[in-house]
């Protein structure tokens, strides 16, 4: 469960076994595309004179030589050869299609046949190729264009916009999905220290110490909670969200933040009721989104510091505390276009000071002809960043 991405519910702690498959892979990738000594070491002790393809079906070497050529075929599936000089292997380099060509036709003649002998920079030479290929190959072939060029191959990750390897994408190919956790957009957030998210990660899962939670593990125990004056069991339920002062902290602060709050025993459930009415787009949306987690925290401070210091548990106490913290985490938030009057009260009887105004930017925008001999693409503006990837269409 902590190795989950926090967006599925998790901690985001990599699973060793995946930081180390990704990491060979970092070093395959080098082995096939680098020029630094290191490549060239592993290459003259490992490969000699043979092609990486060949290496990999020999079991030989040591355990970090052996954990580089299993994650190989990985590397090949997900990389490609652009072409230049044409100085690649013909079969076993994968310069076409979505695999090298000895994985699709038997492979005819010389296998080390370099892709310069068959195609240069005028295109391929058709007649020897009909002679190695299956039709519908060289017809691949012929369609693509393919021809040498003045300049080194080069080997392409495609993962990753420069074609460059990154250990990242790699993990991010390989990591199993899963569904999504609703929580992930409000449980994380940076303005909120992470003990306090942590805790609700822990209550999430049912694994914070109260007395029923012990009991379950078959460990005898007498309970009674520390938070009524009328005894009661202590579990993670009444302590956070059904005893009567957890309640009254509740609907005291439903109130203040305009919220009508029904009947809700369940604590998991409290939380999403509130999320549900959180935004990102406004002060109080925020408020709403970063205040069921400081409830969370500051009733099982109080009840930690009831039972261990003996402290009383007093209503009154947990919600001076919770509008602290309020205070404390809503500095800085971003500026809002609008805040509307209701917000403002919210804002007042939460004591924060009401983010100020952004004033709206004016850009003027003209079309332009482009030069003659130009097409200019014009685009809405939407990228995944600046410089970053974009999509369009159009017609020429
Ligand atoms: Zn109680």
Not at 97 to 110: H, M, T, W, Y
């Amino acid at each position: 469960m902590i190795c989950k991405p926090v967006e599925e519910g998790g901690l985001g702690i990599h699973d060793l076994v995946d930081v180390q498959e990704s990491l060979f892979m970092k070093f395959g990738w080098k082995l096939i595309s680098g020029n630094s000594m290191w490549s060239e070491f592993f290459q003259k002790k490992y490969l000699r004179r043979e092609h990486v393809y060949k290496a990999m079906q020999m079991k030989k070497g040591s355990q970090f030589w052996k954990g580089i050529m299993e994650i190989m075929p990985k590397i090949i599936q997900n990389s490609k050869w652009l072409i230049g000089n044409g100085n690649i292997n013909f079969w076993m380099n994968r310069w076409i299609g979505s695999e090298p060509l000895q994985e699709v036709c038997p492979v005819i003649g010389r296998n080390d046949l370099l892709l310069a002998d068959v195609v240069d920079e005028r295109g391929p030479n058709i007649d020897v190729l009909r002679n190695l290929v299956l039709p519908d190959i060289l017809h691949q072939i012929c369609e693509a264009g393919v021809r040498t060029k003045d300049r080194p191959d080069v080997f392409v990750w495609e993962h990753s916009l420069d074609g460059q390897f990154t250990t990242k994408s790699a993990w991010k190919l390989y990591k199993k999905c899963g569904v999504p956790c609703e929580w992930k957009k409000w449980l994380w957030l940076d303005k909120i220290p992470k003990k306090m998210s942590f805790l609700c990660w822990r209550a999430k899962r049912g694994i914070v110490t109260t007395d029923d939670v012990i009991q379950n593990l078959s460990i005898p125990l007498a309970s009674k909670c520390n938070c009524c004056i009328a005894p009661n069991i202590e579990s993670l339920q009444h302590v956070l969200c059904e005893g009567s002062n957890a309640q009254m902290v509740w609907k005291y602060f439903a109130n203040i933040s305009q919220i009508r709050l029904p009947h809700i025993r369940n604590w998991k459930r409290m939380m999403s009721f509130w999320w549900q009415r959180a935004n990102k787009q406004s002060q109080a949306g925020w408020i709403r989104g970063m205040l069921p987690i400081v409830i969370t925290w500051c009733l099982w401070k109080a009840r930690c510091s009831a039972r261990m210091e003996g402290v009383p548990f007093q209503v009154k106490a947990i919600i001076r505390l919770v509008k602290i913290i309020m205070k404390d985490v809503s500095y800085n938030l971003k500026n809002f276009q609008v805040v509307k009057e209701n917000e403002r009260l919210v804002m007042e009887e939460l004591n924060i000071p009401v983010a100020s105004i952004k004033g709206k930017k004016v850009t003027y925008v003209k079309w332009e002809l482009p030069t003659r001999g130009m097409v200019k693409l014009n685009v809405d503006g939407g990228a995944r960043c600046n410089p970053g990837e974009a999509g369009g269409g159009g017609i020429i």
